[in-house]
C-alpha cells in the first residue's frame, strides 16, 4: 500500500472509530432512559416483561440498533488491528478476539429483538392464567440467562476484555500511540473482566459489590480509549514503524 492511500486509510478508521464510540452509547443511552437498563436485566421475569411491553415498537428498534451497533464492533476491531499493527506482530489474533467479541454480543442482544417481543404478548395476554404466565417467565428466564448473561455478558465481555487488552499493548509498541493511552486500555481491560464476576451473582447468590459497576466503568473507559485512539489516528496518519 502506497504512504498517501496508508494515511487516508488510517484517517478513514481514525473517524471510524470516533463515530462508532459516539453512537453505540445512543441506543444505550435511550434503553437507560425508557427501560431502566441495565438495572432492569436483574429484576423479576414479569418486570421486566410488563416493562417491554410498555415500551411498544420503539424499544424493540432500540434494541435492534444496540444489536447492530454491538455487531459492527467486529469490523471496529479489524481497523484498530490495521492502525496498530508491526511488522511480526499478533493483531490478527487480537482482531479475531475483537469479532468474536462482536458477534456474541450481537447474539445476546438479539433476544429482545426477535424471542422477548413474542414473549412479552404472550406474557401480557396470559393475566387471568396464573399456570400459563408462570411457564412464560419461567421460559423467559431461561433465555435471559443463557443468552444474555451467559453468551452477552459472560462470553462477550470476557472476549472484549481481552480483545482491549490485547489492543492495548500493541499500542505500547507502536510509535502513533505510546504514552498514556494504551494504559488506559489496560486499566479498561482488567475491568471488564472483573465486570463478569456480577452475572455470576445471578446463579451462585453473593453480593457483587463494586463489581456490579464494573461493566459500566468498563465500557465508559472504553468508549474513552477509542475516542482517543480516534483521535491520535487522524492527527498522526504517517508513522513510520
Not at 418486570?47 to 428498534?61: D, E, K, Q, R, S
Amino acid at each position: 500500500m502506497s504512504g498517501s492511500n496508508e494515511v487516508r486509510l488510517t484517517q478513514f478508521f481514525g473517524v471510524a472509530f470516533i463515530v462508532f464510540a459516539i453512537a453505540f452509547n445512543v441506543p444505550y443511552a435511550m434503553l437507560a432512559a425508557s427501560f431502566e437498563y441495565p438495572d432492569i436485566l436483574r429484576q423479576p421475569p414479569g418486570t421486566i416483561l410488563a416493562a417491554f411491553n410498555a415500551g411498544g415498537t420503539g424499544l424493540v428498534l432500540t434494541w435492534a440498533a444496540f444489536a447492530l451497533a454491538a455487531l459492527l464492533f467486529a469490523p471496529i476491531a479489524v481497523g484498530v488491528a490495521v492502525v496498530t499493527r508491526r511488522p511480526r506482530d499478533s493483531s490478527a489474533a487480537v482482531a479475531g478476539l475483537g469479532v468474536a467479541a462482536g458477534i456474541t454480543q450481537a447474539i445476546g442482544l438479539s433476544r429482545w429483538v426477535y424471542a422477548v417481543p413474542g414473549l412479552a404478548a404472550a406474557w401480557q395476554a396470559s393475566a387471568a392464567d396464573s399456570a400459563l404466565r408462570a411457564s412464560i417467565e419461567t421460559t423467559f428466564l431461561t433465555l435471559h440467562q443463557f443468552a444474555g448473561v451467559g453468551i452477552g455478558e459472560a462470553i462477550g465481555q470476557t472476549l472484549t476484555g481481552f480483545w482491549l487488552l490485547g489492543a492495548a499493548l500493541a499500542q505500547r509498541n507502536h510509535p502513533r500511540f505510546r504514552g498514556t493511552l494504551p494504559w488506559i486500555g489496560l486499566i479498561g481491560g482488567v475491568i471488564l473482566l472483573l465486570g463478569v464476576v456480577e452475572g455470576l451473582a445471578t446463579v451462585v447468590p453473593f453480593d457483587p459489590g463494586l463489581f456490579g459497576l464494573s461493566a459500566l466503568a468498563g465500557y465508559l473507559v472504553l468508549t474513552v480509549w477509542l475516542i482517543w485512539t480516534g483521535v491520535l489516528c487522524i492527527l498522526r496518519p504517517n508513522v513510520p514503524v
